[in-house]
């Protein structure tokens, strides 16, 4: 496994608990009105920065716990970052798939705030559409790695 | 529909066993970018394609071989 895949690996499982967490903490806080009347979107825009930190710390952690446990269970001390150009294509391929997604669900999102859909839960679906457009990119970039490219 | 084959791994054994990890080291790849390349699920570029021949001293059509298909 490349570092490039195991990195593929790592962001699919901590983004799956960064976007778990984020879903968790504005979901619970959206319906218990915490993000209503006009300072509402601040506070979210606040909460949201907090997140993306905690996400950060999650996924380094993550990184470097993978990379660890990785070395230790097969033995394969290289951990160079060195991405050749077969990494790069890949991960052109997993850009258009992120491309694709949030391209059609901020179209979404538009079409859910034209019609009448609340601000908070707007700015929510934005999030939720990077966070699966993030997804997508990272499981095509671990399928290509697998099934050949 | 084209097929693209290579003969890397009998040049690899030629050269005296010469490991997946020490051409791909040789020519600035990843060991599973040139493992890809051997099994042929992955045709390199023009210039890494260039190499990998340069590194056995093998002119391009040595190392990889072009097929085209005609479509039925």
């Not at chain 1, 920065?49 to 905690?54: A, D, F, N, P, V």
């Not at chain 1, 700015?123 to 997508?136: E, H, K, R, T």
Request: include cysteine; hydrophobic fraction near 55%.
């Amino acid at each position: 496994m490349s570092f490039e895949e195991r990195n593929a690996v790592v962001a699919i499982l901590s983004s799956i608990i960064a976007w778990g967490l984020m879903i968790a903490v504005l979901g619970q806080n959206t319906y218990a009105g915490g993000y209503d009347g006009a300072a509402g979107a601040q506070a979210w825009a606040r909460t949201v920065l907090w997140l993306i930190l905690i996400s950060i710390a999650i996924m380094i952690a993550a990184t470097i716990l993978f990379n660890i446990g990785y070395a230790l269970l097969t033995g394969d001390r290289n951990l160079s970052a060195h991405a050749d150009e077969r990494d790069k294509g890949i991960a052109l391929r997993g850009m258009r798939a992120a491309q694709v997604v949030m391209g059609a669900g901020i179209v979404l999102a538009i079409v859910y705030l034209a019609f009448g859909g609340a601000l908070v839960m707007f700015l929510n679906l934005l999030l939720a559409v990077c966070a699966l457009g993030n997804l997508a990119s990272e499981v095509v970039k671990l399928y290509h790695y697998r099934r050949g490219f | 529909m084209t097929v693209i084959t290579n003969t890397i791994r009998r040049l690899r054994f030629d050269a005296g066993e010469m490991t997946q990890k020490d051409l791909a080291e040789a020519v600035g790849v990843t060991r599973q970018t040139l493992m890809a390349i051997e099994n042929g699920k992955y045709f390199p570029s023009l210039a890494l394609a260039f190499l990998i021949a340069h590194h056995f001293g093998k002119p391009l059509e040595e190392v990889f071989q072009f097929t085209p298909k005609d479509k039925p």
